[in-house]
C-alpha cells in the first residue's frame, strides 16, 4: 500500500517537474537537458533552510531562486542561436552536479543531505505517504491551473503565435522577449516546486538525485507523453515511474538496473522521435 | 526539339502554382521566361529540374520522359539549374569548384565539356583559379555558377534571376558568353530575369507567365508588339 | 618541475579532446546536425578496444576494429536516424532529442554490455615512464599525442588534397548545389559520420589506455570539445583543435591554483564569458 502511495506522490512530483520541461522545451522550444539541476537547486534550498525557517519560507526562496536561476540559464537562448544553447544546457547540467559533489560545507558532498524535515503548514505535519500525497497532488493541481492559464494568457498566446511564425509576431510589435522571459520564470517556479517537494518527501538528496540522466528521464517523461500539452506531461511520468517497478518482475542484477533503465529510456526517445514525435498525447514538436 | 514541357500542372503542398504549362525548346536556342513575382516562373524551373513533382503533364528531354526521374538522373541527361543566388561553394577555389564536379560527373557519356574547356570559355576564371569562390564578387561568382552547370554535356540549363545584384556592363557580359556559348554547344538555355531588355537581347524565343498560366509565347519581336507588358 | 609537467600533460591530452573537438567540428559543419550521441561514440570505442585487449589480442589490432567497430556504429546512426529524421522533415529539436536518445543507448549499452565500474587496459607498458628531461611522460600519453596529431594531420591532408575532402567541403558549405551537381550529399554524410566517428574512438581509446575508462565520461569530454568548436569558429578544423589544447593545458596548469574537480566549472564560466563577448569564435571562418 505505502508501495503504490510513494509511487503516486513521485509521480505527482515529476510531472511538475515535466510540466516545467514542458514549458522550455515544448512551449519555448528551446532544447533543455539541465533541469534537473534547476529542480536540484530547489531541492537542495529547501533541504538547507527546513530546519531553520518555516516551510512555506522555504519553499518560497527555493521557488524564487530557481525562477530567477532558470531565467538566467535561458536568457542565452533568446541571443545565441540555438546550438549555443545545447552547449549552455550541457554545461550547467553538468557544472551543477560538480557544485552539488565539491562544495561540500554545503551540500554534504557526494553523501548528500539526511534527515530533512517534513513539510509542516498551519501546524499540520506531512509525515506519511498518504498526507503527503494530499500536499503534493494540491501542488500538482496549482502547476496545472497555473500552466492552463498561462497558455490563454496574453503570454502564452504571444509564445504559441511565435511557433507559428516568429517574424509576424515580431512585425505585430509584440514583446517576445519579455514573453519567452515570464514562460522560462514560470518553468523555473515550477522546477523549484518539484525539487523541494522531492527533499521533503524523500528526506534524502544526494548529487546523483539531479544529474544528467534525471534530466535525460524527464526529457523522456516528457516525449513519451507528448510535448505542448498538459495531459502529456502528466501521462509520461505516471507511466515511466512504473517501468523500474516492471523492471523488478524481470531477474536483473542489482548493478544492471540503472544503466537498463536509462539504456529504455534513451530507446524510448529514438522511437518516439521517428514515429510519433508528439508523444502520446502532445502535438507536434 | 531539347525540351518539351506539355500541359503541367504543378506547385506545393495543397497548392497548386502553375496550370497546363506548355512550351518547346529548339536546340541551341535561348528562351527568357518573364512573369512577375508568384507568376509560376521559380516552380516552372523547379519542376523541370525535379525539385518538386508534377500533379500533371509531361516533361520530355530529347525524347525521353524524364518528369518521373530524380534530381540527379535529370542532371545525368543534361538538366542543369542555376540558383539566383549560392550558386558555387564558396569554400572551394575556382579550380576545385570545377574540379569536384566534373570528377563526380565523369561516368557520364556524350560529347564532354571539360574543366580545361570551362576555363578557355571564360577567362575570367582562369585568371581566378586559385581564388575561394566565397571571396570573390557576385558577377565573378555567377560567371563560375555557370561554368560548373557547363561541366558534361549540358543539353538545356534553367537559369534563375543570373542578373542580381550584377553591375549592368557585368550582365552584359555575362549575357553575351551565354549566347555565344550556348550557340557554339548546342546548349538550350532558359532564362528568368528581371532585366527584359538584355535578356531579349539575346533571346529566339521569349514566354511570359501571369498567375501560373502562359500568356504568351512567341519570338521577341512578336513579343515587343504584344499588350502583355502591363504585368510588369 | 611541476609547472611543466602540468603542461606536457595538458599538452597531452588536449590532443585527445582536440581529435574528439574536430571530428564533431566536421560532422557538425557538414550536417548540420549537433551530434551528442558523438560522446557515446567516444566511449564505445575505449571499451571495445578494451574488450580485444582483454581477449589477448595485440593492441594496434584491438585499437584497429574499436576503431572499425565505432566506425560502423556511427554509420549506423546516421543512416537509420539521422537520414530517416531528415527524410520526415524533423525540426532541429526533434534531431537533438533523438541524438540524446542515441547517447543514453550507447552510454549504457556499453555500461550492460561491459561494466558500469572503472576499468584499466591490461598493457602492462601503458605505464612505462619516458624521460624528457624537463618532464616525464608514460607510454601511453606518447601514443595519445601521437595519434592525436597523426589523425589531424591526415584529417587536414584527407580535407585538402582528396576528393572526398573536396566533396565534404563542397556539400558543408552549399547542400543544395551538392544535391543537383551530384556530388551525393547522402553518401558524403554517411562518410564524414563514419570518419569523425573513428576519430572520437580513437580518442577514447588513447585516453582510456592513459588514465581509466568509466561509461559515462564521455559527456565531459564532448563537453569541453564543443566548447572549443564554438569558441575556435565553427567551421575551423584548426581553430577547433588549437582551442582544445589550449583549454586543456589551461585546465592542467590551473591545477596549481585550484583543485581539479573544478576545472570543469572554470572551463564553462570561461565559455560563457567568451559567447557573450565573442559570439563568432576565434577562427573567423573564410
New interface residues.
Given amino acids: 500500500m505505502s508501495f503504490l502511495l510513494s509511487y503516486l506522490v513521485l509521480a505527482t512530483i515529476y510531472s511538475i517537474a515535466a510540466l516545467s520541461t514542458n514549458l522550455l522545451?515544448g512551449i519555448i522550444?528551446i532544447?533543455s537537458?539541465s533541469q534537473a539541476a534547476i529542480i536540484g537547486v530547489g531541492a537542495y534550498t529547501v533541504a538547507l533552510l527546513a530546519g531553520v525557517v518555516p516551510f512555506p519560507v522555504a519553499m518560497l526562496v527555493a521557488v524564487v531562486l530557481c525562477a530567477l536561476v532558470n531565467v538566467l540559464l535561458a536568457l542565452?537562448s533568446l541571443r545565441?542561436a540555438?546550438?549555443?544553447f545545447?552547449?549552455?544546457s550541457?554545461?550547467?547540467q553538468?557544472?551543477a552536479t560538480?557544485?552539488f559533489?565539491?562544495w561540500d560545507t554545503l551540500t554534504g558532498g557526494a553523501s548528500g543531505i539526511v534527515a530533512i524535515p517534513a513539510p509542516s503548514l498551519f501546524g499540520f505535519t506531512a509525515d506519511t505517504p498518504q498526507t503527503f500525497l494530499v500536499i503534493s497532488t494540491i501542488a500538482l493541481l496549482a502547476a496545472c491551473a497555473g500552466f492552463w492559464l498561462l497558455m490563454r494568457s496574453p503570454f502564452g498566446k504571444i509564445v504559441h503565435a511565435i511557433r507559428e511564425d516568429e517574424t509576424a509576431v515580431l512585425a505585430a510589435g509584440k514583446n517576445v522577449l519579455r514573453a519567452k522571459v515570464s514562460v522560462s520564470a514560470v518553468s523555473g517556479v515550477y522546477a523549484g516546486l518539484a525539487g523541494g517537494l522531492y527533499a521533503t518527501f524523500l528526506n534524502f538528496i544526494d548529487p546523483p538525485s539531479f544529474d544528467?540522466h534525471v534530466s535525460?528521464l524527464i526529457?523522456t517523461m516528457l516525449?513519451v507523453g507528448g510535448a505542448r500539452t498538459l495531459a502529456g506531461s502528466i501521462i509520461g511520468p505516471f507511466l515511466l515511474l512504473a517501468l523500474p517497478q516492471l523492471l523488478n518482475l524481470v531477474a536483473v542484477p542489482p548493478?544492471?538496473a540503472?544503466?537498463?533503465r536509462?539504456?529504455i529510456?534513451?530507446?524510448?526517445?529514438?522511437a518516439f522521435?521517428?514515429f510519433r514525435?508528439q508523444g502520446i498525447a502532445g502535438r507536434r514538436? | 526539339m531539347t525540351l518539351e514541357v506539355r500541359k503541367l500542372t504543378a506547385g506545393y503542398r495543397n497548392k497548386i502554382v502553375i496550370t497546363d504549362v506548355s512550351f518547346e525548346l529548339a536546340p541551341g536556342s535561348i528562351m527568357a521566361f518573364f512573369g512577375h513575382n508568384g507568376a509560376g516562373k521559380s516552380t516552372t524551373l523547379k519542376t523541370i529540374l525535379g525539385a518538386l513533382s508534377p500533379v500533371e503533364g509531361e516533361v520530355w528531354l530529347d525524347g525521353e520522359r524524364i518528369d518521373r526521374l530524380p534530381i540527379p538522373e535529370r542532371i545525368a541527361r543534361g538538366i542543369r539549374y542555376l540558383p539566383d543566388s549560392r550558386g558555387v561553394f564558396p569554400d572551394l577555389t575556382v579550380e576545385e569548384n570545377l574540379d569536384v564536379v566534373a570528377r563526380m560527373n565523369a561516368a557520364d557519356s556524350g560529347a564532354r565539356i571539360a574543366v580545361a574547356d570551362v576555363l578557355s570559355m571564360l577567362p575570367l576564371l582562369e585568371a581566378r583559379r586559385g581564388s575561394y569562390a566565397g571571396t570573390m564578387s557576385g558577377g565573378q561568382q555567377q560567371m563560375l555558377a555557370f561554368g560548373l552547370a557547363l561541366l558534361g554535356s549540358p543539353r538545356c540549363i534553367l537559369l534563375e534571376e543570373p542578373s542580381v545584384g550584377l553591375q549592368p556592363d557585368l550582365v552584359e557580359m555575362l549575357f553575351g558568353e551565354i549566347r555565344r556559348i550556348c550557340a557554339k554547344h548546342a546548349i538550350s538555355a532558359i532564362l528568368v530575369e528581371h532585366k527584359i531588355a538584355s535578356a531579349m537581347a539575346i533571346s529566339d524565343h521569349v514566354l511570359i507567365m501571369n498567375n501560373g498560366a502562359v500568356v504568351f509565347d512567341g519570338p521577341p519581336a512578336k513579343a515587343r508588339e504584344s499588350n502583355f507588358w502591363e504585368f510588369f | 618541475m611541476l609547472f611543466l609537467q602540468l603542461l606536457v600533460d595538458g599538452l597531452v591530452s588536449g590532443c585527445a579532446i582536440g581529435l574528439v573537438a574536430v571530428s564533431f567540428s566536421l560532422y557538425y559543419s557538414t550536417t548540420r546536425v549537433f551530434h551528442v550521441a558523438h560522446a557515446g561514440i567516444y566511449t564505445l570505442g575505449g571499451y571495445l578496444a578494451w574488450y580485444g585487449a582483454m581477449q589477448g589480442i595485440p593492441f594496434a589490432i584491438a585499437c584497429a576494429l574499436a576503431v572499425a567497430g565505432a566506425a560502423f556504429a556511427g554509420a549506423v546512426i546516421q543512416r537509420f536516424l539521422y537520414d530517416e529524421l531528415e527524410r520526415r522533415e524533423a525540426t532541429p529539436l526533434v534531431m537533438l532529442i533523438a541524438s540524446l536518445g542515441a547517447l543514453a543507448v550507447l552510454q549504457n549499452g556499453v555500461a550492460m554490455l561491459f561494466t558500469p565500474n572503472i576499468l584499466q587496459f591490461p598493457n602492462p607498458w601503458r605505464t612505462r615512464m619516458l624521460d624528457l628531461g624537463i618532464a616525464s611522460v608514460s607510454y601511453a600519453q606518447v601514443l595519445v599525442a601521437a595519434s592525436g596529431l597523426a589523425a589531424f594531420g591526415a584529417l587536414m591532408w584527407m580535407s585538402r588534397r582528396t576528393l572526398l575532402g573536396r566533396r565534404i567541403r563542397a556539400v558543408a558549405s552549399n547542400p543544395f548545389l551538392a544535391e543537383i551537381t551530384r556530388l551525393g550529399p547522402r553518401s558524403v554524410y554517411l562518410a564524414v559520420m563514419a570518419i569523425a566517428s573513428a576519430m572520437a574512438a580513437l580518442s577514447g581509446i588513447m585516453v582510456g589506455l592513459d588514465q581509466a575508462m568509466q561509461p559515462y565520461t564521455g559527456v565531459l569530454v564532448l563537453l569541453t570539445a564543443t566548447i572549443a568548436v564554438i569558441a575556435g569558429g565553427i567551421g575551423s578544423l584548426t581553430g577547433a583543435f588549437v582551442v582544445a589544447v589550449a583549454l586543456s593545458v589551461l585546465q592542467n596548469v590551473a591545477l596549481i591554483l585550484m583543485p581539479g574537480r573544478w576545472s570543469i566549472a572554470a572551463t564553462f564560466a570561461l565559455f560563457v564569458v567568451f559567447i557573450l563577448v565573442k559570439p563568432e569564435g576565434l577562427f573567423r571562418k573564410r
Fill in positions: 522545451v522550444g532544447f537537458v542565452p545565441v540555438g546550438d549555443y545545447v552547449v549552455t550541457f554545461g550547467c553538468l557544472v560538480a557544485v559533489i565539491n544528467l535525460i526529457l516525449v548493478t544492471m540503472g544503466p537498463l536509462q539504456f529510456y534513451g530507446a524510448l526517445l529514438i522521435m521517428l514525435p514538436l
